[in-house]
């Protein structure tokens, strides 16, 4: 699950390339399509340009289904009940048996509105409750429960990266992530790249 398109590349590329690699079924929830990112356009046309990026990187990941719930950039926080009973239904289909999402730590407010919209859909029953494991976007975890050794589809993550091309333009996305991924992989997986996962509780 991503707060916003490109989040699920940075935070869990390299675990979903693998997931996908084992054959596991991968579907990504975008709470919201990151409209803020493109200020100076109005939103369907921000929106139509991000959720398309989206697409192209979820092709290159390996993943199944994408589930767009257009949700209010910035102010996830506000709207944790219409989030959650919007991210609902797709669980109830789905029935995952983990769940990736940003952890609580996380300086963005719509990552930090995450977990508390999970939990509230999850709350409202009807299937088996799912591990749910946090990843880190802009905000390193100073505890991690779970390391994944990425090494060998560092590079496939990265492509997925550029493929959200609209992001690229204000910031250096792939040098932060491949920055990021190297000192996990130095320092936890003792490996060229990782990435670092917290186990959340529901």
Known sequence: MAPHPDDEVIGCGGALCL????GDRISAVFLTSGELGLKKRPREEAWKIREAEARRAAKILGLSALHFLRQPDWTLGEHV??????????LQQQKPGLIYLPHPQEWHPDHQAALAIVRRALRRGGMAPPKLRGYEVWTPMSRFDEVEHISAVMARKLRALRAHRSQLAEFDYVQAVRGLNQFRGALAARTRFGEVFQLLKM
């Open 19 to 22: 997931h996908a690699r084992r």
């Open 81 to 90: 009940t219409a989030a959650a009973a919007a991210l609902y239904p797709i």
